[in-house]
């Protein structure tokens, strides 16, 4: 550290690590929360669209959270932790070091936290987000011994998740043969809206059973085979009446992605 530039001492990294966790772990929790409710309980389709309105959402509300904590001088994590935000001489951030600071944060976290891994090249522990912003998170107090090493665990045990986490999200993401094969249910749901209309306009009622509607597709056997080539048998739920109906299936991608279907 520089002398003459601020007397407290540079947060160490498992200390600044274990904040990062407080602050982000709920937001993504909320964020993965929010897509279960709506594919699950809510039985919406996770189209690209729905998906990107509840990253949106929450991006706009934790870029929120971390200008605020910038401007109060640290986040709850932070301040849980015993650390504050202050520019290089000393004082409070003013607004435009705060909005930098927050926007850099998104941006390297985003980015497989690689702006947050920066401190661990720098004898301060500055973040890539403390360099374009001109700031430097320091300890407000001193810690003991015990209490050090005790956050030096839970950093190293957070770092360990962290990076499981990670490669699981690597790995859940949906591949080019995932899409393929949600694309191909949907299509295949658009073939049997058609084949209830042809079997409505027969019978004035919507089938209410696969055997019903492969009968109706005139090709029964050719028409098992596709449904058992486009979705997975279970769950597969078809309720129908006299004025429509409704399928929840899932695809047969890696995720069983649901996908739903409604008509007229």
């Known amino acids: 550290m520089e002398p003459g530039i601020i007397e407290t001492r540079a947060a160490r990294f498992s200390d600044r690590f274990v904040a990062y966790l407080l602050d982000t772990v709920p937001f993504g929790a909320g964020a993965a929360a929010t897509v279960w409710v709506l594919v699950g309980p809510l039985e919406r389709a996770p189209t690209s669209e729905l998906l990107a309105l509840v990253g949106a959402a929450w991006i706009t509300a934790v870029f929120a959270y971390q200008l605020i904590g910038n ?4 986040t709850p ?21 705060g909005l930098i600071r927050a926007l850099v944060w998104l941006i390297g976290s985003t980015a497989g936290s690689l702006g947050f891994f920066v401190a661990l090249f720098n004898r301060e522990n500055r973040a890539l987000h403390d360099y374009a912003s001109g700031t430097i998170v320091v300890e ?12 030096f665990l839970a950093g190293a045990l957070g770092a360990v998740a962290l990076f499981g986490f990670q490669l699981y999200s690597a790995w859940a993401r949906p591949t080019p043969r995932d899409r393929a094969a949600v694309a191909k249910a949907n299509e295949g749901l658009s073939v049997i809206a058609r084949v209830q209309e042809a079997y409505k306009a027969k019978n004035g009622i919507y089938a209410a059973s696969i055997e019903q509607l492969a009968e109706a597709s005139g090709d029964p056997a050719e028409f098992r085979t596709a449904m058992a080539g486009l979705f997975m048998p279970e769950p597969f739920q078809l309720e129908a009446g006299n004025r429509g109906w409704r399928i929840l299936a899932r695809a047969r991608d890696r995720r069983r992605t649901p996908v739903v ?3 007229p």
């Open 140 to 151: 407000a107090y001193r810690k003991s011994a015990a209490e050090g090493a005790a956050l």
């Open 77 to 97: 994590g932070k301040r849980l932790l015993g650390l504050r935000v202050v520019a290089r001489d000393g004082g409070p951030p003013g607004f435009l070091s």
């Open 71 to 74: 401007l109060r001088g640290g």
């Open 261 to 263: 279907r409604e008509g």
